[in-house]
C-alpha cells in the first residue's frame, strides 16, 4: 500500500508568499528523504534531501523540516514565485540499500 | 551535460504491439532505474539495476522486461502491449543503489495503446 502520502493535493498561493506542502510517511524506520519538483511536461527534478538523523536542512529559498514523532516531513518555499508551480513528490527510503518510495504529489499553483 | 536521454519522448502502441525504451545516462552512474508515472499516482518503479550486469524487480514488473546493456544504457521493453501500460515512463539514475543520493530523471516517454 501507499507509505509516502501528501496532506494536500493541491495549493494555491500568492507571489511572494511562502508556501508549506505536507507529506506524511508511515515507515518509523525510514532513513533518507527527498523532495522532488516536476514541472508539467518534464521528469522530476531533485529539490533538497535530508537524513533521518537531522530535523532541518536549508537550501536556496528551500527548506525541510522531518518530525520524526510523527512521521512528517515538511516542504517551505520561501517568497513562493510563479516559477515555483508544478507538483512536488515526497519520497522516502525504508532503509539503506532499498528504492525509493514516492508519494502521489501536490500540484503548487503560484498566482502573480 | 545531457544527463539523462530518453527515447522516444512519444509512442502510440496498438495492443499486442512490443517495442523497447530507450535509455542513456551520461554521469557514470553505477545504478538506473524505470518508473511509471499514472495520474494521480506517484512514482511506481518497474524495474532497476543496481550496478552493471545486474537486474531486479521493483514493484509493478508485470508486462515488461530491462536490459542493462552497459554502464551507460538501460532499456526497457514492453513484449505486447496492453491497454493498460499507458502511462509515462521515467528512466532514472543515481550513483550508487540504495544511498544518500538523489536519483537524476529524464524527460519521459509517453505511451499510448490503444
Known amino acids: ?31 533518507y528523504f ?8 518534464k521528469g522530476p527534478q531533485f529539490i533538497i534531501d ?23 516531513l515538511s516542504l517551505q518555499i520561501a517568497a513562493t514565485q510563479p516559477g515555483d508551480s508544478a507538483v512536488y513528490f515526497c519520497a522516502e527510503r525504508h532503509q539503506a540499500g532499498t528504492a525509493l518510495i514516492f508519494g502521489k504529489g501536490t500540484t503548487l499553483s503560484v498566482s502573480s | 551535460n545531457a544527463g539523462v536521454t530518453q527515447t ?12 523497447t525504451l530507450q535509455c542513456a545516462q551520461d ?11 499514472d495520474p494521480g499516482m506517484g512514482l511506481r518503479l518497474i524495474y532497476y539495476s543496481a550496478s552493471e550486469g545486474t537486474t531486479d524487480k521493483g514493484e509493478v514488473p508485470n508486462g515488461y522486461n530491462v536490459s542493462r546493456l552497459n554502464k551507460r544504457e538501460f532499456s526497457l521493453r514492453l513484449e505486447s502491449a496492453a491497454p493498460s501500460q499507458t502511462s509515462v515512463y521515467f528512466c532514472a539514475s543515481s550513483e550508487y543503489w540504495g544511498g544518500n543520493t538523489e536519483a537524476f530523471f529524464g524527460q519521459g516517454t509517453r505511451l499510448t495503446v490503444v
Open chain 1, 50 to 72: 535530508i537524513r533521518s538523523n537531522m530535523d532541518k536542512r536549508q537550501g536556496q529559498r528551500v527548506t525541510v523540516l522531518l518530525n520524526k514523532t510523527v512521521k512528517h
Open chain 1, 1 to 31: 500500500g501507499e507509505s509516502v502520502g501528501l496532506h494536500l493535493p493541491t495549493l494555491s498561493v500568492q507571489e511572494g508568499d511562502n508556501s508549506i506542502i505536507n507529506c506524511a510517511y508511515s515507515n518509523s524506520a525510514s532513513d
Open chain 2, 27 to 37: 554521469m557514470n552512474h553505477n545504478s538506473m532505474y524505470w518508473y511509471r508515472q
Open chain 2, 8 to 19: 522516444p519522448k512519444f509512442q502510440v502502441l496498438k495492443t499486442g504491439q512490443s517495442m
Open chain 1, 34 to 41: 527527498i523532495w522532488y519538483k516536476q514541472e508539467s511536461g
